[in-house]
């Protein structure tokens, strides 16, 4: 079991561009969630996605941001035109259906962006 | 909203010695509370997790307690080792409509001097 699988595990961009970054979730499970931590900051939650659908989104900016979890493939966080405000590491997690309570949640090690 | 405080934010301490590291949280619906490890540069290593139904949970050198009704969880490290150094975050998985995500403190930043 190769767990949680996050890439690029580092990603540089210009300001501007675009970043797309993917996560395979823990086989079996198919409950995917994105955080991000900010410099000095704790993680905070982004979105929370079965496949096909978006179960949450309240801690998704409202704009150039957007995720997916397709019926096939992995998760995918897109950044459209990128600020040097979004560099950071972002996490994406998984958990068994409506197993997070008592299996909790397992983490990717992360993607870090880095916009110059 | 759920918010989650980590106390200390920092801590150096010699090898050998037992320490605590505190976590409250505001709003006790919680359906659970998870306790990882973070290495610099790192992804996140779950540690514990501690279901609303339970008090405590134990692996190996580590203890972590959890008290709904004051809001507060605390992991217990015995016997600490220079690979102990981390950074231990607390994170609540509130129950309830809205997100089913995690609210993570900011951590503990630990320091095992050999």
């Known amino acids: 079991n190769a767990g949680v699988m996050q890439n690029p595990r580092h990603l540089v961009r210009r300001r501007g561009q675009e970043a797309r970054l993917r996560c395979s979730p823990m086989k079996g499970h198919s409950h995917v969630y994105w955080y991000r931590q900010l410099p000095e900051e704790g993680l905070k939650f982004m979105v929370y996605?079965?496949?096909?659908?978006?179960?949450?989104e309240s801690g998704m900016p409202k704009e150039r941001f957007s995720a997916e979890f397709p019926k096939e493939g992995p998760s995918i966080l897109r950044i459209q035109q990128v600020v040097r405000g979004d560099s950071a590491a972002y996490f994406c997690?998984?958990?068994?259906?409506?197993?997070?309570?008592?299996?909790?949640?397992?983490f990717g090690s992360g993607t870090r962006l880095t916009v110059v | 909203k759920q918010e989650v405080t980590q106390i200390p934010a920092a801590l150096s301490v010699p090898e050998g010695e037992n320490l605590v590291l505190n976590c409250s949280f505001t709003?006790?619906?919680?359906?659970?509370l998870q306790w990882f490890r973070q290495d610099p540069g790192k992804g996140l290593t779950s540690l514990l997790l501690?279901?609303?139904?339970?008090r405590e949970q134990t692996s190996g050198r580590l203890n972590a307690s959890l008290d709904k009704s004051s809001g507060r969880s605390t992991l217990y490290i015995a016997a600490s080792q220079p690979g102990d150094s981390a950074t231990y975050l607390c994170?609540?998985?509130?129950?309830?409509?809205?997100?089913?995500?995690?609210?993570f403190g900011k951590g503990t930043h630990l320091i095992i001097q050999p």
């Open positions: 997690a998984s958990s068994q259906a409506q197993g997070a309570a008592n299996y909790g949640y397992t």
């Open positions: 501690i279901q609303s139904s339970q």
């Open positions: 709003d006790s619906a919680i359906y659970n």
């Open positions: 996605l079965q496949k096909e659908n978006i179960i949450d």
């Open positions: 994170a609540a998985g509130l129950s309830g409509g809205g997100a089913d995500g995690l609210t």
